[in-house]
């Protein structure tokens, strides 16, 4: 099941993408958005409601255009179902796509307002659409793909009307072009690559600190406390603990505790 702030199952859309990539395009595909009067939160609930639409619009418009549908379930923020439904008619229709949107936008409302009160047909449009942008609305706007409990026996959040007419004039997809589109809309963002650690510098104990005493001592003939004093920037005498305290905190090392349970 999916809801606005929920997610679907990775199988399930791709179920959903590979029936959409299925489907023949034609210049007469409608896009309705569809809200309830009432607070309805269950699918299983929502759903006989939307049937009794479709029923009611197939008696008609079914005995003179090849119509069919499809639609998803989804939850606005207040978690009330509504739907998106996806008209469209196969064959020659008489009208032109402009006319016929306008009498379908007619006969949906009219049943609609029948089967909820309380609406306004602000949230209840109908306009033509285009198969190639219809995927990225549905899939972006309402889905986000994850882990669900087991969806056996629960109703979908997406079905078709009249298969029949849906199958016969379907395309072959194969599993490339559905993962593909899966990809583009779900791409798997990647962890950005860990900083290497810049190597630490030279740990220093008591005797690396003799050793370096001797070399200035010896080479640059320098006084060993100016040294120090110089430095660290501090006036006085510094012990060689505090020493390779600064030292080493210098080069990215933490403090240590030398042997005699100084701290380094």
């Known amino acids: 099941m999916c809801k606005f702030s929920d997610v679907c199952s990775k199988p399930s859309i791709k179920r959903f993408i590979k029936l959409w990539l299925s489907l023949k395009e034609t210049p007469y595909w409608f896009h309705q ?125 997406y079905g078709i009307r009249n298969k029949r007419l849906i199958e016969a004039n379907a395309s072959p997809v194969t599993m490339k072009q559905v993962q593909r589109e899966f990809d583009r809309y779900f791409p798997v963002i990647k962890p950005a690559a860990a900083v290497a650690k810049q190597p630490k510098g030279v740990f220093y104990d008591r005797r690396k600190l003799a050793d370096l005493k001797g070399y200035l001592e010896y080479r640059d003939k320098q006084d060993w406390e100016s040294f120090k004093r110089a430095k660290t920037g501090r006036k006085g005498k510094i012990g060689d603990a505090d020493f390779i305290n600064f030292l080493n905190a210098q080069n990215g090392w933490k403090t240590v505790k030398m042997d005699d349970g100084k701290t380094l």
């Open 33 to 157: 958005t569809l809200t309830l009067g009432q607070q309805i939160e269950d699918f299983g609930v929502a759903k006989p409601i939307l049937e009794k639409l479709f029923d009611s619009l197939e008696v008609e418009m079914g005995k003179t255009h090849d119509m069919g549908a499809v639609y998803i379930m989804a939850h606005q923020e207040n978690d009330r179902v509504h739907f998106h439904v996806v008209f469209f008619f196969y064959g020659t229709p008489a009208e032109t796509p402009e006319n016929l949107a306008a009498i379908l936008r007619r006969k949906v409302w009219k049943r609609w307002k029948k089967l909820n009160s309380g609406l306004n047909h602000t949230g209840n449009r109908l306009t033509i659409r285009t198969k190639g942008n219809g995927l990225w609305y549905l899939l972006t706007n309402h889905l986000t793909v994850g882990k669900t409990g087991k969806e056996k026996g629960k109703p979908s959040w």
